[in-house]
């Protein structure tokens, strides 16, 4: 039995007062169930690597009471080392995918076209040993980062060589804008959509994740056309990554929990109506009360289904009044006084300048992650 969750605080305008006014707590109908909860709780999701905090103008504080990334670091924990490198390949031992070890084999950006060419061509030569090779998809190249880490954000002490501080190409579409495929940035871990016709940096991955969730996304597309999948090599046909639960999501009185993740999601992250600047945020999840807290990014990334747009998520969803962007509990290591935020209309991950009131808050809590 899941708990329910029933808001108890007036509902007064947010600007002038303080959060444990308009925002008291939320109570558990059934307390003995939340530490149950809790304990079952099994991530099915990553850490983000972050193990610092710190304060809204970018300098670095004390993690305990922060409310954020650095001191609950939640997700699936990383083993250490986190690499095992072995000739020309490496194998991500929390993920189970292996990448090669120069992160630029191709030497040049290509279009996107153009890279999955260059990888049939790699196969066809046994590039590094292997013939099963294949352009990652949006959440396998993302499995890739740490978000503690800039310049590259690659975990510290990473055995790759030729990490070009760019653009890297997916195999996912952005079906928003089918002309465009994903991209993440290896400088400052940024993920984002170009144009297929524009030329980005190729890194191929071989194997299957038990951890890595898939995208969602089972169509292919020509350009901005959808097209047959079979031999395209795009995410659409091969799919890879943790297969989603069916149903999805499960609902209580106010919370929805992902069965993908075991994530205890708001249902209507709509009651808080404004945008608020990044301390704000926090302040809101504090006055929530445990277990409630602002997410981390990849959990906020965890939500997403790249075969939907405005919002990307799975078809069916049970949420209300959702908003376009959500902060993060995760600062940018690229520029501390930015922290990370999902713009759910589109599915990016980006971030925002902290003290601009521009975001919205989604709380959530741990859950058990079982069926």
């Known amino acids: 039995m899941w708990p329910s969750w029933k808001y108890t605080g007036p509902r007064k305008n947010f600007h002038g007062n303080r959060y444990g006014s308009r925002f008291d707590r939320f109570e558990g109908n059934h307390p003995g169930e939340v530490a149950k909860v809790r304990s079952l709780a099994r991530p099915g999701y990553l850490q983000t690597g972050q193990d610092r905090c710190y304060d809204e103008s970018g300098q670095e504080i004390a993690c305990p009471g922060s409310g954020q990334d650095g001191e609950y670091r939640r997700g699936v924990p990383w083993p250490e080392p986190r690499f095992k490198a072995e000739g020309d390949v490496v194998e991500d031992r929390l993920t189970g995918l292996s990448w090669t070890r120069d992160a630029g084999p191709a030497e040049f950006p290509l279009s996107w076209g153009e890279a999955f060419d260059w990888v049939r061509d790699f196969n066809r030569r046994r590039g590094s040993g292997y013939q099963d090779w294949r352009l990652p998809n949006r959440r396998e190249l993302y499995s890739l980062l740490s978000f503690q880490d800039c310049r590259p954000a690659l975990p510290a002490g990473h055995p790759f060589v030729n990490v070009f501080g760019g653009w890297y190409w997916s195999s996912t579409t952005a079906v928003l804008h089918p002309a465009h495929a994903w991209y993440v940035n290896l400088a400052g871990a940024r993920m984002f959509y170009g144009g297929k016709d524009q030329s980005f940096m190729v890194w191929p991955v071989r194997g299957r994740s038990r951890m ?8 292919c597309y020509a350009e901005n056309k959808i097209m047959a999948c079979a031999g395209s ?21 106010e919370g929805v929990q992902d069965r993908l993740t075991g994530l205890v999601w708001q249902r209507d992250p709509g009651r808080f109506r404004e945008a608020v600047r990044w301390r704000e945020a926090l302040e809101i999840a504090r006055a929530a009360k445990d277990p409630w807290r602002l997410p981390n990014i990849n959990e906020l990334e965890s939500l997403v289904d790249c075969d939907a747009a405005q919002p990307a998520l799975p078809a069916g969803h049970p949420f209300v009044r959702l908003h376009d962007i959500y902060w993060s509990s995760t600062t940018s290591a690229y520029e501390t006084d930015w922290a990370w935020a999902l713009y759910l209309d589109k599915g990016a991950v980006g971030v925002g300048h902290k003290p601009f009131a521009r975001f919205h808050v989604w709380l959530v809590c741990d859950g058990d992650a079982s069926p």
């Open 212 to 219: 890595v969730p898939a995208t969602g996304q089972k169509r």
């Open 233 to 253: 090599g795009q995410d659409g046909e091969s799919r890879w990554g943790r297969p989603w639960p069916e149903p999805r999501f499960h609902v209580t009185n």
